[in-house]
């Protein structure tokens, strides 16, 4: 009986540690002058399920004084296996003091997330922006994925999402900053 408590145990701590925790995935590129990784999490915290969310984003500042930016790279933890659907938001809406993620993304290709050993996706782009607030995320397809967020980290409420046919709702809580990180690279001016 005590091995069986203890097995329990063991399992949750490392299902609970295992969600936010930056292994920083794939080999891929580096922080140079020219590029560097954006991420608004750090650490292990918890996972939530979403079962009606079509569309998951966070909203990311270009580093200062980069004119533009090319969006190379996208990380995205979860704790499930499913399919995305990379998506970048190039136009926002400024209401309430608030950003908001405006108009249809522009997608990249479908990649399939398969929890157990690699719960990065990371999807090659060629997105371009010179605005200060874009927004980086996914849209679910099919099966229903697990994502991690983190509400410890600053700035927070950085996070979005949006059910089919309805408004964009911000994150808050543990949630407020999901685990989505993006390369930028600084276009040569």
């Not at 569309?55 to 270009?62: A, I, L």
């Amino acid at each position: 009986m005590k091995s069986r408590f203890f097995l329990i145990i063991i399992a949750f701590v490392m299902i609970f540690f295992s969600c936010g925790k930056d292994d920083n995935g794939p080999t891929g590129p580096e922080n140079t002058a020219k590029g560097q990784w954006l991420k608004y999490w750090s650490g292990a915290q918890p996972a939530r399920l979403n079962l009606n969310v079509k569309y998951y984003c966070v909203r990311f500042t270009k580093p200062t004084n980069w004119e533009s930016i090319s969006i190379d790279s996208i990380k995205i933890v979860v704790t499930s296996s499913g399919q995305i659907m990379p998506c970048f938001w190039d136009n926002n809406d400024y209401t309430d003091n608030q950003y908001w993620p405006a108009g249809p993304p522009m997608k990249g290709q479908t990649k399939t997330i398969a929890y157990g050993g690699n719960k990065w996706s990371t999807s090659s782009n060629n997105w371009t922006t010179n605005q200060d607030e874009f927004f980086i995320g996914f849209e679910q397809i099919g099966s229903i994925i697990t994502l991690c967020g983190d509400g410890q980290c600053q700035p927070e409420n950085r996070s979005y999402r949006r059910y089919e046919s309805s408004n964009w709702e911000q994150e808050w809580g543990m949630m407020a900053n999901y685990c989505i990180d993006v390369y930028v690279i600084k276009v040569s001016e």
